[in-house]
């Protein structure tokens, strides 16, 4: 490709935080918010006939959504470089909003099932930065004039559209809950003078409830029938795996199902041995240990030190994930505060007294 931003390329990405953040002047707005999307992140590269749909980890979809290639060429510029999300719009419950598994459902080996999918799941895909037009690197652009650009390059689809924003915090609080109906999970805060700066957590995301994409190391056997009784979870601390937790609560169906999905991925014959339970010493602390490829999203309450202080609860697999992208910067961090703080007369109470 002859383009000024040219594949593999990692997207910038979010950090978490729990509330939408003010704009320090209205004269002034420092923030775009957006709303988050519920998709795959991709970055479409296209240079005349050759498309690339480059996902979060480098790798291209364009096997897999053979429409979107065929949509690239009919709705893009010739030569551009677009940041945003592969989505699936389907009706549900009379109302057109985002449907992951049907998403999910689209990364497949086979040929035949793929163009199938392509007909019964079609995607489409919303843009939210311009990176490149023509000879143009815009990387080091400020976002404003990179919006400005990105809406002149985007028609009214029928593939490919730009993504809604708004400087006023007061309509992205209202997108928060409002757009959560139709698919999304959050608000996306960016910099109207910040630059693209790809694999850096630069922007700011606040999401419906805590959640993170961690790495399955291994399972524990259902004591009563031939299942998975747990999950155990990971997340890399540098070139570490560390465990941090697990997830439980299965049906008896989904026990049985993801026995059959995780015994091929077996490390080898021999148990491991975890960390002992903190409420029962007693508990027999092995599991099988498994290769670390599959990443799942889980939701989480709250972090004790590098561990989940309870057990996870399982949201959904993440097939466009590398397992050694889930690390612990994706992670809210909690607030720092000493015990004698938060009690009567203590710093809290002074704050606010």
């Not at 519920?38 to 479409?44: A, E, K, L, M, S």
């Not at 590269?45 to 949509?71: C, H, I, Q, W």
């Not at 890399?236 to 299965?250: Q, V």
């Not at 989904?254 to 991925?265: D, G, H, I, M, T």
Request: glycine share 8%.
């Amino acid at each position: 490709m002859r383009l000024p931003v040219r594949p593999p390329l990692k997207p910038m990405l979010a950090k978490a935080a729990a509330a939408v953040p003010e704009q320090p002047s209205d004269d002034e707005p420092v923030w775009l918010y957006e709303p988050k999307w519920d998709g795959f992140r991709t970055i479409v590269f296209r240079d005349g006939d050759d498309v690339v749909l480059g996902s979060r980890n480098t790798k291209d979809l364009g096997r897999y959504f053979p429409e979107m290639v065929e949509a690239v060429k009919a709705e893009l510029p010739e030569r551009c470089v677009v940041d945003g999300e592969l989505v699936v719009p389907r009706e549900i419950d009379g109302r057109i909003r985002l449907d992951w598994e049907a998403l999910s459902s689209r990364i497949h080996p086979a040929e035949s099932r793929i163009r199938m999918l392509a007909e019964e799941f079609p995607a489409k895909f919303v843009g939210f930065d311009l990176l490149a037009i023509d000879d143009e690197d815009l990387t080091e652009t400020p976002l404003r004039q990179r919006r400005e650009r990105l809406l002149e390059i985007i028609g009214d689809g029928p593939s490919i559209h730009t993504t809604v924003a708004t400087m006023d915090p007061g309509t992205a609080l209202r997108w928060f809950s409002e757009f959560e109906g139709a698919g999304l999970d959050g608000v996306i805060a960016k910099r109207l003078g910040g630059r693209y700066v790809p694999d850096k957590r630069e922007m700011v995301k606040v999401k419906h409830a805590r959640t993170a994409d961690v790495v399955v190391l291994g399972y524990r056997m259902h004591k009563n029938i031939h299942g998975i009784g747990s999950m155990l979870l990971g997340l890399y601390d540098g070139d570490e795996l560390r465990m941090i937790g697990g997830a439980a609560a299965f049906t008896e169906a989904k026990r049985k199902q993801y026995l059959e999905e995780l015994e091929p991925l077996r490390a080898g014959d021999e148990l491991a041995t975890g960390e002992v339970n903190r409420w029962r010493s007693s508990a027999d602390a092995s599991f099988v240990p498994l290769r670390p490829e599959l990443v799942v999203e889980v939701a989480y309450d709250q972090m004790e030190g590098a561990r989940l202080r309870h057990a996870a609860r399982f949201v959904r697999w993440r097939p466009d994930r590398e397992p050694r992208s889930c690390t612990y910067d994706q992670l809210e961090v909690p607030v720092n505060y000493d015990f004698a703080d938060v009690l009567a007369g203590g710093a809290a109470e002074e704050a606010h007294g």
